[in-house]
C-alpha cells in the first residue's frame, strides 16, 4: 500500500491543490490517504457512539459517518475512537529523558499533542535552551508545541545559568511551533507592576499566556488576571478551582509525579464546566509512565471517581485546545486534525493505538526521525567539597526555621524545630525525621552554598543529590551527614549532572543526566530501570517517600509556598524574602 511519508504529511501545505484533494475524498470520489475502518466513534460532545469508517488526507480528517475506500487501510476491528489527547502543561526535562525519547515513551499511551516549557533547560543554557526544543519539535511524531519561558530565573534569590528579558524571547514568538508565553510564575511581580514584568506580558496581550498562581485569591487573583493571562495548574483545592474558574480561568489539573491534584480537583469536572477544564502532568518520570500511565491514567481514574466518559476525553482534547488556541484540534470530525486513539475499553482508556496528524505511531514512524545532537554537555561547575562545606552553625538560637515536606505535593510547610548541635554546629536529627538539605552553586558563578533543614523524608543515614532542583537547577542535595552528603554531590559532579544515592564514601546508586545537568542520552526503558534501582536505595537509607528525587527537586523552587531553599539560603515564599541563618517561623 502506498503511503505519504511522515514528513510531507505533517508539513504539507494546506493549498487549493490539498483542498481540492480533501474534498474529493470526503465526498468519496477519490480514495483517501488512509482509512481507518470499522470502528466506533465516541463523541465529546454528547456522549453517543456512531459506527463508521474514518477517512484521512495528509494530516486532516475529511470524513467520518460513512464507509470510504483508501490508498492505506487499517482495520480498527470495532474499537472506539476517540480524540487524541492534550497536555496542556508539562516539562519534558522532567522526564528526564530528550524530547524524541518522549515522544517515544508518551504518543503511544494516546497524547498526540504537548504543549511544553522547556524553562527548565532555559534555567541552564538561556536562550540555546529554547532553541533545542524548538528544533525538537520539528522532528517529533508527536505534536510538540513550545511556550515561550516567561521567568528565567523564577526570582532573583537563587543563581541560575542565564536570564531572559523579552529582549531576548520575542525574536522566538513567531516560531510556529511557539503558542505563547509560559506560565507566569512571577506573581508577586505581576502584583508589584515590575517594569520587566510588565514588558514581556505587554509582548503577549495578544497572544496566549498561561497562569501559575498558587493559593492566590480575591483581589490578588483579579489584579493578576487583569494581565489576560487565562490559565493554570497550580490550584490544589477545589474551592480554589472553583474562584478560579468564576474569574474566567481554564483550569488544568494536574498529576505528576510529585504534583498530585487530581483526587483534590475531580469533583470540579462536571457536564458545566467540562469545556473549561483542561489535564496536565507538569512533571512525570518514565517510571511512573510505565507504573500508571500518562494522560491515560487520568481519564481512566476521573472516570471512575464519576466523571462522565464525555468530560474526561472532552477534558483531555477538544476543551485542552480551545484553552490554548489550537483551532484545528480536539474533535474526530471531517476539517479537523487527524489526531485519533483507537481504545479497546472506553473507561479504562485502554488505548490499542494511535494517529498523530495523520500518522500511525508505531516504530517505523519513530525509527525515520532527523537525530538531534545533545546540549549542554558540560554545564555543572563545582569544585570537590568535603563534609565541612555543609556544617550550619548553631548559633545562639534554640529553635530553627525547618522545610516540611508534604507526600504528593510540591507546597511544603514552614516549621519551627529544635535542632541537636554537635561541636557548636546544628546537625540532622534522623530519629525526629529532620535531614540537612543544601543548594550548591552549580552554573560556575558564585559558588555559593545555601544550608537548612528539612523534615518528611524519612533519611536515617545517607544522603540522595540531584541536579534537577526547580528551577535554576543548582544541586540539592538532602543528607543525614555530612560526610554522605559531599560523596553524592561529588559524584554529580563527576557525572556532568544525575541523581546520586550516597552513604558515607560509598554510592549506591546513580543516573547521569548528561545533557544540561537534566535529561540522559539513553532510551527512556533504561531510565526507568536506573530509577527503580535509585528509589530501591533511597529506601535502604530509611526514605519514606515514594518520589524522593522530584520531592528535592522542587525544595529549592522559590514560587511555590511555603518555605524552600535556594543557593543563597532559606526562602520564606509567603514573605519573598530570605530567612536569616537559624531564624524560626512565628507563625
Known amino acids: 500500500m502506498e503511503e505519504t511519508s511522515g514528513a510531507a504529511k505533517r508539513n504539507a501545505p494546506h493549498d487549493a491543490a490539498f483542498l481540492a484533494r480533501a474534498i474529493a475524498a470526503g465526498r ?3 480514495p483517501a490517504d488512509l482509512v481507518v475502518r470499522d470502528v466506533r466513534l465516541f463523541s465529546v460532545i454528547d456522549g453517543s457512539t456512531t459506527a463508521t469508517d474514518i477517512a484521512i488526507v495528509g494530516d486532516r480528517i475529511v470524513g467520518t459517518h460513512g464507509q470510504y475506500n483508501g490508498r492505506a487501510e487499517i482495520d480498527g476491528g470495532g474499537r472506539i475512537v476517540v480524540p487524541g489527547f492534550i497536555d496542556t502543561h508539562l516539562h519534558v526535562e522532567s522526564s528526564l529523558v530528550t524530547p524524541l525519547e518522549f515522544d517515544r515513551c508518551v504518543l503511544p499511551r494516546g497524547v498526540t499533542t504537548a504543549i511544553c516549557d522547556p524553562h527548565e533547560i532555559a534555567n541552564v543554557l538561556g536562550v540555546d535552551g529554547i532553541r533545542y526544543f524548538l528544533e525538537a519539535s520539528e522532528r517529533t511524531v508527536m505534536d510538540l508545541r513550545v511556550n515561550l519561558s516567561s521567568c528565567v530565573p523564577a526570582t532573583a534569590f537563587e543563581t541560575a545559568g542565564a536570564r531572559l528579558e523579552i529582549d531576548d524571547i520575542a525574536p522566538l514568538a513567531d516560531h510556529p511551533k511557539v503558542i505563547g508565553l509560559a506560565e507566569f510564575m512571577n506573581f508577586p511581580g505581576v502584583l508589584a507592576r515590575d517594569p520587566q514584568v510588565l514588558a514581556k506580558l505587554a509582548a503577549f496581550q495578544d497572544g496566549h499566556i498561561d497562569g501559575h498562581a498558587p ?38 489539573i494536574r498529576e505528576g509525579s510529585v504534583s498530585k491534584d487530581l483526587d483534590a480537583l475531580a469533583e470540579v469536572l462536571t457536564p458545566d464546566t467540562a469545556s473549561f477544564v483542561a489535564l496536565c502532568t507538569d512533571d512525570r518520570n518514565p517510571l511512573d509512565i510505565a507504573e500508571e500511565g500518562h494522560l491515560d491514567s487520568m481519564i481512566r481514574r476521573l472516570i471512575a471517581k464519576g466523571v462522565r466518559p464525555q468530560d474526561a476525553y472532552r477534558a483531555a482534547s477538544w476543551s485542552a485546545a480551545t484553552a490554548f488556541g489550537l483551532r484545528d484540534r480536539g474533535l474526530v470530525a471531517p476539517g479537523w486534525r487527524a489526531d485519533l486513539v483507537l481504545l479497546d475499553d472506553l473507561e479504562t482508556c485502554a488505548v490499542a493505538s494511535v494517529i498523530a496528524g495523520g500518522r500511525v505511531a508505531d516504530a517505523a514512524a519513530f525509527a525515520v526521525r532527523p537525530p538531534l545532537a545533545p546540549i549542554g554537555l558540560a554545564s555543572v561547575h563545582l569544585r570537590a567539597l568535603s563534609a565541612a562545606d555543609f556544617r550550619v552553625e548553631a548559633g545562639s538560637a534554640n529553635a530553627h526555621a525547618v522545610i516540611g515536606v508534604v507526600p504528593g505535593r510540591i507546597i511544603t510547610e514552614h516549621l519551627t524545630r529544635t535542632l541537636p548541635q554537635r561541636d557548636g554546629a546544628a546537625v540532622a536529627d534522623p530519629a525526629g525525621d529532620i535531614a540537612k538539605v543544601a543548594v550548591v552553586e552549580r552554573h560556575g ?38 560526610a554522605s552528603m559531599a560523596t553524592a554531590v561529588n559524584r554529580i559532579a563527576a557525572l556532568q549532572g544525575g541523581f546520586v544515592v550516597a552513604d558515607g564514601d560509598q554510592v549506591l546508586a546513580e543516573l547521569a543526566l548528561p545533557l544540561a545537568g537534566l535529561m540522559s542520552l539513553a532510551p527512556f526503558e ?58 524560626a517561623s512565628d507563625g
Open 445 to 482: 558563578r558564585t559558588g555559593g552554598i545555601g544550608r537548612g533543614f528539612v523534615a518528611g523524608f524519612g533519611l536515617q543515614r545517607g544522603a540522595i543529590a540531584s541536579s534537577v532542583g526547580h528551577d535554576s537547577h543548582n544541586v540539592c542535595v538532602v543528607g543525614a551527614d555530612d
Open 28 to 30: 468519496g470520489e477519490v
Open 215 to 252: 493559593l492566590l485569591s480575591g483581589l490578588d487573583l483579579n489584579g493578576y488576571l487583569a494581565a489576560r493571562i487565562r490559565t493554570d495548574h497550580e490550584a490544589t483545592t477545589a474551592e480554589e478551582a472553583r474562584e478560579k474558574l468564576a474569574k474566567g480561568m481554564s483550569i488544568l
Open 526 to 583: 533504561e531510565v526507568r530501570h536506573a530509577l527503580e534501582d535509585l528509589r530501591g536505595a533511597a529506601r535502604d537509607l530509611g526514605c519514606t517517600l515514594p518520589e524522593p528525587f522530584l520531592q528535592v527537586a522542587f525544595l529549592p523552587l522559590p514560587v511555590i509556598p511555603h518555605l524552600k531553599i535556594t543557593d543563597k539560603g532559606l526562602f520564606d515564599v509567603d514573605r519573598f524574602q530570605l530567612v536569616e541563618a537559624g531564624a
